[in-house]
């Protein structure tokens, strides 16, 4: 009675690893450090809260909205990409959608159907692979090298006549690596040749460092190949409020309608009044968590420097780190991080086979002081 395809699927790690909290307290000395979730540990600043409060009680916010969101959102988000890109896109081009989950379904259904195969580089974003194996499109690993990076000319060998798709996420989840603009004219370059897509979720692109640039929408053909992914989850820690977005060409976006119409029919209307104010009034805010989180990651690289840990890849959100326990599983120096120094973190394995070296840090959960405990933390764990 069960869709075969579904119960192949392997559950959330992120359900699991909350699991492994049910019923454990933490010595008063030695508190809780949750690293796992890739969520910010700090609320929406007050202005945020005390519009939103506002906007609950205008009519609009219990009301459907369009399809593909609030037009005066479409254009602010139109705006910002365009600035921070220097690229022109239209509001047309723009799908707001119910958080950048929905935006990667509706974005593959758009372009692959159940059958045909999708590159994701791994480790992956474990969402990713959920979805694809759900609807039956394959994903077929692409093996990431030096730095975490992808290559082209590896993935160009994986890529055959039922290739629909290359996935790409930088910042990277897992792995914090920022792929560089070069790096993605590549894969842009190799989707084109082929007539596949290029789909870049850029989840925590506002997590750049200063002055990083940002690239996708250079080349004049962009609409035919690229896909660019977005959420206000973390930018504006509105995780609850299931805002995001897709930016694509007109025809992707008249595909992705339909199957949004079906799914939620639009996204939250309160949560797309939250993101607009957000773009319109909140860079600063913007600007300082990513400053603060910026200092957290250089605070941890500088501190792992010379110790066995070592750090592989960090940026944005995450540090992915080669744990010194050569002998053991992944899981099994996560779960004695957690036993024996109260540090819950994400095991390498949750993201692709190949990962039992690693573990996944991430740190919008973390205050700057912290990133010193968690460092110690991690020195003095033991092997057995
Ligand atoms: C790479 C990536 N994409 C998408 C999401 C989900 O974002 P949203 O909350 O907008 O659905 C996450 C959340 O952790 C993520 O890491």
Request: aromatic content about 8%; charged content about 20%.
């Amino acid at each position: 009675m069960l869709n075969p395809l579904l119960k192949q699927v392997v559950e959330s790690p992120i359900g699991e690893t909350k699991r492994w909290l049910d019923g454990r307290s933490f010595p008063i000395d030695r508190p809780l450090l949750n690293v796992s979730q890739a969520v910010p540990g700090y609320p929406p600043p007050d202005a945020m809260i005390e519009h939103i409060k506002d906007a609950a009680s205008e009519f609009a916010a219990a009301r459907y909205t369009p399809i593909l969101g609030i037009p005066a959102l479409r254009a602010a988000l139109a705006a910002d990409v365009s600035a921070q890109y220097g690229a022109t896109i239209g509001e047309n081009q723009v799908g707001i959608t119910s958080g950048c989950n929905e935006a990667f379904c509706v974005a593959t259904m758009a372009v692959a159907e159940a059958g045909t195969e999708i590159i994701l580089p791994v480790p992956y974003y474990f969402n990713h692979d959920m979805w694809l194996r759900s609807v039956g499109i394959s994903p077929v690993y692409l093996d990431t090298g030096d730095g975490m990076l992808p290559d082209p000319e590896r993935a160009s060998l994986l890529v055959n006549d039922r290739t629909r798709a290359i996935v790409l996420v930088t910042p990277n989840n897992p792995t914090g690596a920022i792929y560089p603009p070069a790096l993605i004219e590549e894969f842009h370059d190799l989707a084109a040749r082929n007539g596949i897509a290029l789909i870049v979720d850029e989840t925590y692109r506002d997590f750049l460092p200063d002055g990083a640039p940002h690239h996708l929408f250079s080349n004049s053909t962009w609409t035919e190949t690229a896909i660019h992914l977005y959420s206000f989850s973390k930018v504006f820690s509105l995780t609850g409020y299931r805002v995001g977005a897709m930016i694509a060409g007109e025809q992707v976006l008249d595909q992705a309608a339909k199957l949004l119409d079906s799914l939620t029919i639009c996204p939250p209307a309160i949560g797309q009044m939250a993101a607009l104010f957000g773009l319109e009034h909140l860079d600063g805010w913007r600007a300082d968590k990513r400053a603060e989180m910026q200092r957290k990651i250089e605070r941890f690289v500088a501190a792992m420097a010379g110790t066995p840990w070592q750090v592989e890849s960090a940026g944005a959100f995450f540090a992915y780190v080669r744990h010194p326990f050569v002998e053991v599983a992944a899981r099994v120096v996560a779960e004695r991080l957690l036993d024996e120094h109260s540090v819950l973190s994400l095991s390498g394995d949750m993201f692709g086979p190949g990962q039992e070296g690693y573990l996944r840090l991430a740190f919008g959960n973390l205050d700057e002081a912290s990133v010193d405990v968690l460092v110690d933390r991690l020195l003095t764990a033991r092997s057995s």
